[in-house]
């Protein structure tokens, strides 16, 4: 009697759908990945210039058309819109952002420091210690999340897999443990400087972004009620800080309270909130 012929070649497939998860192999069943394909078109293709998910899958904002999503993330602290970020750019930019004076000081030397040289357009090394917005996808790093490629565009697979495989709970949004799960499940072997700019990205994110949760209450943004493990860092707010829009945003709340804060101590007559500058609105010059 004849064996049965080795079955053909399925492509990964199993009845039709994609094998994405085996039992010989745990961590495919604890770090699950999406199915995106009837959410957003072609979800592994690259985007230039926008951000999307599954919730938004066409964007939520109108794209510069000469910034990539990487230059977007950073836009904010070119204050003069000349492409090139400086050192005090970069302190005063987290200062907007409500950080104190110690931990603004603190970040100038680590970004500098780490990313100027290589974003220069020759070997030798700037003075000044300036970041090149242009050459900004020359920064990436290793173990990181991959929602950036190395050319500086998104990839919104790789976005909704951050969720997928690190929002226990379907919660919505990533708490204080999933964010140091995900930081340590992104690391890559022999890879120190990628394993400290990731805790150190994530990490600030949280401090920066992440909301409280009030029972009965939709999340609201709590700085000194909660403890930071009692937060989430919430979907929409980890896509708006990878395209930069979320910075425009927190900045006026810190400026709106640091405004309400001289109001109470000097007896001055409350004023109305600037109006919200429509994100994506301009595109800048990159050098």
């Known amino acids: 009697m004849q064996a049965d012929a080795p079955a053909a070649p399925s492509g990964g497939r199993s009845d039709d759908r994609v094998v994405t998860s085996?039992?010989?192999?745990?961590m495919t069943h604890l770090h699950p990945v999406p199915d995106l394909a009837d959410r957003i078109y072609n979800p592994g293709l690259p985007r230039a210039n926008i951000t999307c998910d599954a919730e938004h899958p066409?964007?939520?904002?109108?794209?510069?058309?000469?910034?990539?999503?990487?230059q977007q993330h950073i836009a904010f602290w070119d204050r003069d819109n000349d492409g090139m970020l400086w050192p005090s750019d970069t302190y005063v930019g987290f200062r907007k952002l409500g950080f104190n004076v110690f931990l603004s000081a603190i970040a100038v030397p680590i970004i500098h420091g780490t990313f100027s040289w290589w974003t220069q357009n020759s070997w030798l090394p700037d003075p000044?210690?300036?970041i090149r917005m242009g050459n900004i996808h020359r920064g990436k790093h290793g173990s990181d999340?991959?929602?950036y490629d190395t050319e500086g565009r998104f990839v919104p697979q790789k976005f909704e897999e951050l969720f997928s495989k690190y929002d226990k709970g379907n919660k919505g949004g990533l708490s204080f443990q999933d964010v140091q799960d995900m930081v340590r499940g992104n690391r890559n072997i022999m890879d120190p400087t990628g394993w400290i700019a990731g805790w150190l990205e994530w990490n600030v994110s949280y401090y920066m972004a992440a909301k409280a949760s009030t029972p009965g209450v939709v999340f609201i943004r709590a700085r000194t009620q909660d403890t930071p493990r009692g937060r989430l860092l919430l979907k929409d707010d980890v896509r708006r800080i990878i395209d930069g829009t979320i910075f425009y945003a927190v900045a006026r709340e810190v400026e709106a309270g640091r405004l309400r804060m001289r109001q109470l101590q000097g007896g001055m007559e409350p004023r109305k909130p600037v109006a919200a500058t429509p994100a994506g609105a301009a595109a800048r010059k990159i050098d």
């Open 128 to 130: 000044a210690f300036r």
């Open 145 to 147: 999340s991959e929602t």
């Open 58 to 70: 066409a964007g939520t904002y109108s794209p510069p058309a000469a910034m990539t999503v990487m």
């Open 22 to 26: 085996i039992d010989a192999a745990p």
